[in-house]
């Protein structure tokens, strides 16, 4: 058959779109599959190579699923609001809503005309009213559960996108957008107490299928520690300083405390503080610099000593010196610590510079060159003496604390309550109001969705204002509580709002009542296999997995956890080896390689380059490999024969493919399942036929990898049906045992040649088959014949 990819394809995709046979079926007595990838951002650049890789997974399996009988939902969508879009439409004047747009259609053009079974009557958008709406609603609930709250902090502010981040939005002291520095600002912040959901996050990750380095990001980004925590008496105050530490037993050894520059004990005690003017100006020192340049390990340590304010050490009653130092921050536990240089590299660093005395509480190391964090002896602590066991000392510690109302047994997060508003126009509304005689007041449900207003000018202001903020008509409301004048809320959300829960309404996506409805709920979710990108496991996930956990404790959803299964798609990197980006010139662009050689093979090839969930670069020649394997597939057309006498030696072959390529798939090792296929292809050129049943086998493994060409092979051979849709090859073990073996034919011992025997052939048989094969060129006599079933004929000689 003649492979025609310019025809082929599109026929199919129409073909496909017309009979609508990707889409989902709510309530199907089949059992039910929920595949789901990682919605796109659909910018102006359009997809790249990577989006082709990262959907092709769930897209494989998926359509394996139909052909199993499943009933599935192989959705897809836009998370369409954010900085980018914003950005590029103040510097062309072009409204937020047409760029959207724009980007959305030529997204959807490139995923259909690579053939995704897409279910796209289910498409959403994260900037369409009729979503957001529920977004605001989720929003609401948060808030009068008692999840939302606002407080005054220094927050990271881009000078360049006038706009505050989140600290996992400007890590490292990046913008994550433009990738400029970022600066402190204070502002007042929307926050979501996630932190309250901390121990569910961590107990629901013992019940879901995520690689093994997915929860222990998840884990690690969330930082959960058992301590204790200890309050140091401020002398001459009725004040106390309360630390958090996971090591109590240590408090023997601190010897001084250091609170962040902006603790409130400072300005409380002004007076008392000798070197008023030294502190000032070292804190106007520290508001310049970021979060990410204050907590760096590796920096000159810096701080001022607080004379005339000190602390009492609550075990021993010693006075200690009190720092202030910019690598203790508010935000951070309680905003001070205590130090203990002898078992603290940090604080014996301090110590050294500052100094600061030093006493060993655990015996061990060299403290005169280092901090000794190693376990030991437990020295110079009074009733811990003699102490080995940490556990021990740490237990006896936290007795004596709570017998003298000094501490108690504490836990701990690293994970913060996630800052959850931006000074931006493209997001949603955060649907609250304020009133100066009621306070913070909610929209009321039946009012939403609050609508974004249309606005010419979207620049931010130079403080970092919101543009909703220039608009009278928006913020001029009236309080829904008492009736008075009030303001609007300016703020809108952060764009990981709408993807928090957009996996619910791909359930029922059209509902106008409720953001889906119970039932179909019931029936699709929990989402049974999620695929996407590692950058992706730790925000996203915790959110989303945040915001279905809260759902689900009151009573929205019928499931803790959303996703089942969790996997991993590795980055396609430029043929050069370095990740693709524009300014290097190495990015790939999907139509390219389709106009060039055709979908089916783009599709191939992302699966066949290497580890699905490992990186890997770019290669042109192995492009064109996967295009001549396809023109092979296409060739096989020309050796379907009814000679048993030789398709019947493939037998076995294709049922070692099936099964090959049936766990391969589950396994995400995609690699070596178009490899087998490769294989099979040879076994089947040296046989030299195929028949009409193996080859329609044949197409079937391969139709979730390439289903343009498997769906004009299936029609070739007569089929009037869907190949998309025809039942999954079954695997049966019987068949992949060999009928025929191979035999070695000696002459007194040597070897001379081997033959193909029978599996059950007897004596006489093989012994026949032999003399046959040696015909005429015996050197001798034959005075006796051997046989060792399934291994050797000899035949011993005389000459």
Not at 35 to 54: D, N, Q, R, T, W
Not at 163 to 183: A, F, M, R, T
Request: hydrophobic share 35%.
């Amino acid at each position: 058959m003649k492979y025609d990819v310019k025809k082929i394809e599109p026929k199919w995709q129409k073909k496909w779109e017309d009979a609508r046979i990707f889409e989902a079926k709510d309530f199907d007595k089949k059992p039910k599959f929920y595949g789901l990838v990682e919605f796109p951002y659909p910018s102006g650049a359009g997809m790249h190579v990577g989006h082709i890789k990262a959907y092709s997974s769930i897209e494989v399996v998926s359509r394996k699923r139909r052909m199993q009988g499943y009933n599935v939902l192989n959705p897809i969508g836009f998370d369409a609001f954010g900085l980018p879009t914003e950005n590029y439409a103040i510097k062309t004047n072009t409204h937020p809503r047409v760029i959207t747009d724009k980007n959305i259609h030529h997204f959807t053009q490139q995923l259909k005309s690579v053939g995704f079974s897409f279910d796209w009557s289910r498409v959403i958008d994260t900037t369409d009213e009729d979503y957001y709406k529920w977004t605001q609603w989720i929003f609401l609930k948060l808030f009068e559960h008692g999840l939302v709250f606002r407080d005054t902090t220094l927050v990271n502010y881009c000078p360049h996108c006038k706009v505050v981040l989140s600290n996992e939005d400007s890590q490292g002291g990046k913008c994550d957008i433009c990738h400029n520095d970022v600066i402190q600002l204070p502002k007042k912040v929307w926050y979501l107490r996630i932190t309250k959901y901390a121990d569910k996050l961590l107990e629901g990750l013992k019940d879901v299928d995520y690689p093994e380095n997915v929860k222990q990001q998840q884990v690690h980004w969330i930082g959960r520690s058992e301590g204790a925590f200890v309050n140091f008496s401020v002398k001459g105050t009725d004040d106390s300083l309360r630390v958090y530490t996971t090591r109590c037993d240590t408090l023997f050894g601190v010897t001084f405390m250091v609170v962040a520059p902006e603790h409130p004990l400072l300005d409380k005690h002004k007076d008392q503080i000798r070197n008023w003017d030294e502190l000032e100006n070292y804190r106007k020192e520290c508001a310049k610099k970021t979060e990410f340049e204050r907590t760096q390990l590796v920096k000159d340590k810096t701080g001022v000593r607080l004379e005339g304010l000190t602390a009492i050490d609550p075990v021993n009653g010693k006075e200690i010196p009190i720092f202030a130092a910019d690598y203790v921050m508010m935000g951070y536990g309680t905003g001070a610590i205590m130090a203990v240089p002898a078992h603290d590299q940090r604080d014996w660093d301090f110590a050294h510079k500052f100094g600061c005395e030093i006493i060993p509480v655990i015996e061990g190391g060299d403290i005169e060159k280092e901090a000794y964090t190693g376990d030991g002896k437990m020295i110079n602590s009074d009733f811990l003496n003699g102490y080995t066991n940490k556990k021990d000392s740490i237990r006896k510690m936290l007795e004596v604390l709570e017998e003298r109302g000094i501490g108690e047994k504490g836990v701990q997060y690293k994970m913060k309550d996630w800052a959850f508003n931006r000074q931006r126009y493209w997001g949603e509304p955060i649907p609250l109001i304020h009133c100066p005689n009621c306070g913070i007041v909610p929209v009321p449900y039946d009012q939403l969705p609050l609508k974004l207003p249309k606005l010419d000018n979207f620049e931010p202001g130079q403080d970092g204002q919101s543009p909703l903020a220039r608009v009278p008509e928006f913020v001029n409301c009236t309080c829904p509580k008492c009736g008075g004048k009030a303001q609007r809320e300016t703020d809108t959300m952060p764009q990981w709002a709408g993807s928090s829960w957009y996996f619910l309404r791909y359930c029922d996506p059209h509902n106008e009542q409720a953001f889906a409805d119970p039932d179909k709920l019931k029936y699709w979710m929990p989402v049974d296999w999620y695929n996407g990108g590692m950058e992706h496991v730790t925000r996203h996930m915790l959110y989303s997995r945040f915001w279905h956990r809260f759902l689900y404790d009151i009573g929205e959803v019928p499931c803790p956890e959303p996703y089942k299964k969790r996997t991993i798609q590795g980055l396609i990197l430029g043929s050069d080896g370095d990740k693709m980006s524009k300014s290097k010139g190495n990015v790939i662009d999907p139509v390219d390689i389709v106009d060039q050689y055709g979908a089916d093979t783009l599709r191939t090839y992302v699966l066949f380059m290497g580890d699905y969930s490992a990186a890997a670069p770019w290669n042109d020649s192995s492009v064109k490999g996967c295009r001549r394997f396809l023109d092979r597939v296409a060739g096989l057309t020309d050796l379907i024969s009814d000679d048993r006498s030789k398709t019947d030696k493939l037998e076995a072959a294709v049922h070692r493919t099936i099964k090959k390529v049936s766990d391969d798939i589950e396994t995400t090792k995609f690699n070596t399942a178009i490899a087998a296929m490769m294989t099979l292809i040879n076994e089947i050129s040296a046989v030299g036929a195929i028949s009409k049943e193996q080859f329609e086998t044949f197409v079937k493994l391969l139709c979730p990898f390439a289903p343009h060409l498997c769906e004009e092979l299936w029609e070739f051979t007569g089929h009037e049906g869907f190949c998309s849709l025809a039942p999954w090859p079954v695997f049966d073990e019987s068949k992949t045992i060999e009928d025929e073996i191979e035999v070695a034919v000696q002459e007194n011992g040597k070897l001379r040649t081997r033959i193909t025997i029978k599996k059950d052939a007897t004596k006489d048989e093989a012994i026949a088959a032999a003399k046959e094969a040696l015909a005429g060129r015996l050197t001798g006599t034959i005075r006796k014949e051997i046989y060792v079933p399934g291994r050797i004929v000899n035949f011993v000689v005389s000459r």
